[in-house]
Protein backbone atom coordinates (compact mmCIF):
# COMPACT_ATOMS: atom_id res chain seq x y z
CA UNK A 1 0.00 0.00 0.00
CA UNK A 2 1.58 3.19 -0.92
CA UNK A 3 1.71 6.43 1.44
CA UNK A 4 -0.76 8.08 -0.70
CA UNK A 5 -2.84 5.23 -0.11
CA UNK A 6 -2.30 4.86 3.61
CA UNK A 7 -2.72 8.49 4.22
CA UNK A 8 -6.04 8.53 2.32
CA UNK A 9 -6.81 5.33 4.70
CA UNK A 10 -6.20 7.79 7.63
CA UNK A 11 -8.20 10.42 6.87
CA UNK A 12 -11.62 8.74 5.81
CA UNK A 13 -11.34 6.84 9.37
CA UNK A 14 -10.47 10.30 11.09
CA UNK A 15 -13.66 11.86 9.46
CA UNK A 16 -15.99 9.03 10.40
CA UNK A 17 -14.54 8.63 13.82
CA UNK A 18 -14.35 12.37 14.76
CA UNK A 19 -16.83 12.19 17.54
CA UNK A 20 -15.12 9.91 19.71
CA UNK A 21 -11.89 11.72 19.19
CA UNK A 22 -13.30 15.02 20.08
CA UNK A 23 -14.60 13.18 23.44
CA UNK A 24 -10.68 12.31 23.80
CA UNK A 25 -9.70 15.66 23.67
CA UNK A 26 -12.22 16.81 25.59
CA UNK A 27 -11.01 14.24 28.38
CA UNK A 28 -7.54 15.19 27.88
CA UNK A 29 -8.26 19.20 28.41
CA UNK A 30 -10.46 18.40 31.37
CA UNK A 31 -7.47 16.10 32.68
CA UNK A 32 -5.22 18.78 32.19
CA UNK A 33 -7.50 22.12 33.32
CA UNK A 34 -8.16 19.79 36.93
CA UNK A 35 -4.51 19.08 37.18
CA UNK A 36 -3.23 22.63 36.78
CA UNK A 37 -5.98 24.00 39.39
CA UNK A 38 -4.95 21.03 41.78
CA UNK A 39 -1.15 22.63 41.57
CA UNK A 40 -2.21 26.38 41.63
CA UNK A 41 -4.80 25.32 45.02
CA UNK A 42 -2.78 27.16 47.08
CA UNK A 43 -1.72 30.48 45.12
CA UNK A 44 -4.59 33.09 45.93
CA UNK A 45 -5.45 35.73 43.51
CA UNK A 46 -6.49 39.31 44.32
CA UNK A 47 -4.12 41.25 46.01
CA UNK A 48 -0.46 40.43 46.27
CA UNK A 49 0.79 39.82 49.99
CA UNK A 50 2.66 41.65 51.73
CA UNK A 51 5.09 39.21 52.95
CA UNK A 52 5.44 38.73 48.84
CA UNK A 53 6.12 42.50 48.07
CA UNK A 54 8.34 43.85 50.90
CA UNK A 55 11.08 41.29 51.16
CA UNK A 56 14.39 42.97 50.51
CA UNK A 57 16.09 40.99 47.76
CA UNK A 58 19.06 41.45 44.94
CA UNK A 59 17.77 42.54 41.79
CA UNK A 60 19.54 42.01 38.75
CA UNK A 61 19.20 44.43 35.69
CA UNK A 62 21.48 43.72 33.06
CA UNK A 63 24.79 43.08 34.71
CA UNK A 64 24.05 45.34 37.51
CA UNK A 65 23.01 44.13 41.53
CA UNK A 66 20.95 46.10 43.63
CA UNK A 67 19.01 45.16 46.76
CA UNK A 68 14.89 46.08 45.96
CA UNK A 69 11.64 44.26 46.72
CA UNK A 70 9.16 43.27 44.65
CA UNK A 71 6.82 45.86 45.15
CA UNK A 72 9.76 48.84 43.57
CA UNK A 73 9.90 46.22 40.64
CA UNK A 74 5.91 46.29 39.99
CA UNK A 75 6.24 50.02 40.31
CA UNK A 76 8.82 50.17 38.02
CA UNK A 77 7.47 48.50 35.34
CA UNK A 78 4.18 49.90 35.74
CA UNK A 79 5.67 53.48 35.29
CA UNK A 80 7.27 52.47 32.41
CA UNK A 81 4.49 49.90 30.82
CA UNK A 82 0.91 52.06 31.69
CA UNK A 83 -2.10 50.03 31.92
CA UNK A 84 -0.52 47.04 31.07
CA UNK A 85 -0.31 43.43 32.73
CA UNK A 86 3.16 42.31 34.15
CA UNK A 87 4.15 38.38 33.62
CA UNK A 88 5.65 37.36 36.45
CA UNK A 89 7.49 33.98 35.79
CA UNK A 90 9.08 32.10 39.18
CA UNK A 91 12.10 30.12 37.77
CA UNK A 92 14.85 28.09 39.54
CA UNK A 93 18.45 26.82 38.05
CA UNK A 94 18.53 23.17 38.67
CA UNK A 95 15.02 23.04 36.89
CA UNK A 96 15.00 20.81 33.86
CA UNK A 97 11.23 21.88 32.88
CA UNK A 98 12.59 25.70 33.22
CA UNK A 99 15.08 25.56 31.05
CA UNK A 100 12.91 23.67 28.40
CA UNK A 101 10.73 26.62 28.41
CA UNK A 102 13.59 29.54 28.64
CA UNK A 103 12.73 30.54 24.97
CA UNK A 104 9.67 30.72 25.44
CA UNK A 105 9.54 33.34 28.16
CA UNK A 106 12.47 34.65 26.26
CA UNK A 107 10.26 35.08 23.52
CA UNK A 108 7.70 36.58 26.07
CA UNK A 109 10.09 39.93 27.53
CA UNK A 110 10.05 41.09 23.97
CA UNK A 111 6.48 41.69 23.56
CA UNK A 112 5.54 42.37 27.60
CA UNK A 113 6.71 43.29 30.80
CA UNK A 114 7.50 40.72 32.76
CA UNK A 115 9.56 40.09 36.17
CA UNK A 116 11.31 36.95 36.85
CA UNK A 117 12.38 35.41 39.94
CA UNK A 118 14.90 33.19 40.17
CA UNK A 119 14.09 30.49 43.06
CA UNK A 120 16.63 28.69 45.09
CA UNK A 121 19.39 29.38 42.05
CA UNK A 122 22.11 30.82 44.56
CA UNK A 123 23.16 34.17 45.28
CA UNK A 124 23.01 36.83 42.93
CA UNK A 125 26.60 36.46 40.74
CA UNK A 126 25.51 32.83 40.25
CA UNK A 127 22.38 34.21 38.73
CA UNK A 128 23.74 36.79 36.54
CA UNK A 129 26.38 34.30 35.19
CA UNK A 130 23.79 31.37 34.46
CA UNK A 131 21.84 33.96 32.61
CA UNK A 132 24.50 35.38 30.75
CA UNK A 133 25.31 31.93 29.70
CA UNK A 134 22.09 31.39 28.37
CA UNK A 135 21.78 34.89 26.71
CA UNK A 136 18.80 35.85 28.72
CA UNK A 137 18.93 39.63 29.67
CA UNK A 138 15.63 39.23 32.42
CA UNK A 139 14.53 41.23 34.67
CA UNK A 140 15.30 39.19 37.53
CA UNK A 141 14.49 39.07 41.59
CA UNK A 142 17.03 36.82 42.99
CA UNK A 143 15.49 34.75 46.05
CA UNK A 144 17.13 32.57 47.42
CA UNK A 145 14.93 31.26 50.40
CA UNK A 146 11.74 31.36 47.91
CA UNK A 147 9.88 33.94 50.12
CA UNK A 148 8.43 35.51 47.01
CA UNK A 149 6.88 32.33 45.87
CA UNK A 150 6.37 31.01 49.24
CA UNK A 151 3.73 33.67 49.84
CA UNK A 152 2.25 33.38 46.42
CA UNK A 153 1.40 30.02 47.11
CA UNK A 154 3.53 28.64 44.35
CA UNK A 155 5.32 24.81 45.74
CA UNK A 156 6.57 24.04 42.61
CA UNK A 157 8.82 25.64 39.06
CA UNK A 158 8.22 27.01 36.62
CA UNK A 159 5.41 28.96 37.88
CA UNK A 160 4.07 32.20 35.95
CA UNK A 161 1.21 34.50 36.68
CA UNK A 162 0.11 38.01 36.05
CA UNK A 163 -0.17 40.61 38.10
CA UNK A 164 -2.58 42.98 36.49
CA UNK A 165 -2.05 47.17 36.44
CA UNK A 166 -4.47 47.46 40.01
CA UNK A 167 -1.90 44.77 41.33
CA UNK A 168 -4.10 41.93 41.70
CA UNK A 169 -2.53 38.26 41.12
CA UNK A 170 -4.62 36.64 38.36
CA UNK A 171 -4.12 33.25 35.82
CA UNK A 172 -1.75 31.33 37.40
CA UNK A 173 -0.36 27.94 36.17
CA UNK A 174 2.61 25.90 37.57
CA UNK A 175 4.87 23.24 35.25
CA UNK A 176 5.62 23.61 31.23
CA UNK A 177 3.30 26.05 29.25
CA UNK A 178 3.13 26.74 25.80
CA UNK A 179 3.82 30.66 24.50
CA UNK A 180 0.32 31.07 23.34
CA UNK A 181 -0.83 29.81 26.72
CA UNK A 182 1.07 32.76 28.79
CA UNK A 183 0.47 35.57 26.17
CA UNK A 184 -3.34 34.58 25.89
CA UNK A 185 -3.15 35.04 30.00
CA UNK A 186 -1.62 38.38 29.69
CA UNK A 187 -4.71 39.14 27.81
CA UNK A 188 -7.06 37.54 29.48
CA UNK A 189 -6.28 39.30 32.68
CA UNK A 190 -7.54 42.92 31.27
Known amino acids: MSAASRLRSWATGLRRDWKRHLGTLALFAGVMLALQLWQTRSVSGGPLPVAALDAPLPVLAGSAVRQSSLRAEIATLQTAHPDQNIGLYVWAEWCP ?94
Open 97 to 190: ICKTIQGTVNGLTQDHPVITIAMQSGPPEKVSRYLASRGLAWHTVVDPRSTIPDALGFGAVPAFAVITPEGELRWPTVGLTSGWGLRARLWLAR
